[in-house]
């Protein structure tokens, strides 16, 4: 699980910078439409804990750009997206696809 800040504190937009020196800026392209397509997940409800996971769709569209982003060096995208793919049925996708449902 990664936890990537953005919206705010983008500067220029599209962009981060980590500190502590921040010399090392990441591109945020697809986070918001990732973050706008998310679905809410209920952690607990005392206290209530709710929280955005983005969609299997977004993750494979976030590993593209980044994978875009940094090629060659970012070979692990590739990796990622290869098993996104291979196993898109059997996240629960296999009666979407047959059925015909958006």
Same mark, same amino acid.
């Given at each position: 699980?990664?936890?990537?800040?953005?919206?705010?504190?983008?500067?220029?937009?599209?962009?981060? $910078?980590?500190? !502590?020196?921040?010399?090392?800026?990441?591109?945020? /392209?697809?986070?918001?439409? %990732? #973050?706008?397509?998310?679905?809410?997940?209920?952690? $607990?409800?005392? !206290?209530?804990?709710?929280?955005?996971?983005?969609? /299997?769709?977004?993750?494979? %569209? #976030?590993?593209?750009?980044?994978?875009?982003?940094?090629?060659?060096?970012?070979?692990?995208?590739?990796?990622?997206?290869?098993?996104?793919?291979?196993?898109? #049925?059997?996240?629960?996708?296999?009666?979407?696809?047959?059925?015909?449902?958006?």
């Amino acid at each position: 699980m990664d936890l990537i800040p953005f919206g705010g504190i983008e500067a220029p937009v599209g962009t981060i $910078r980590w500190p !502590p020196e921040f010399t090392h800026v990441m591109s945020t /392209i697809g986070f918001q439409d %990732a #973050l706008t397509t998310s679905q809410t997940c209920r952690v $607990r409800t005392t !206290p209530d804990l709710e929280i955005q996971i983005v969609s /299997i769709v977004g993750i494979a %569209a #976030l590993k593209l750009l980044s994978w875009a982003d940094g090629y060659p060096e970012r070979r692990k995208d590739a990796i990622d997206l290869q098993f996104i793919l291979t196993h898109y #049925l059997d996240a629960g996708q296999s009666e979407r696809i047959w059925d015909g449902r958006d």
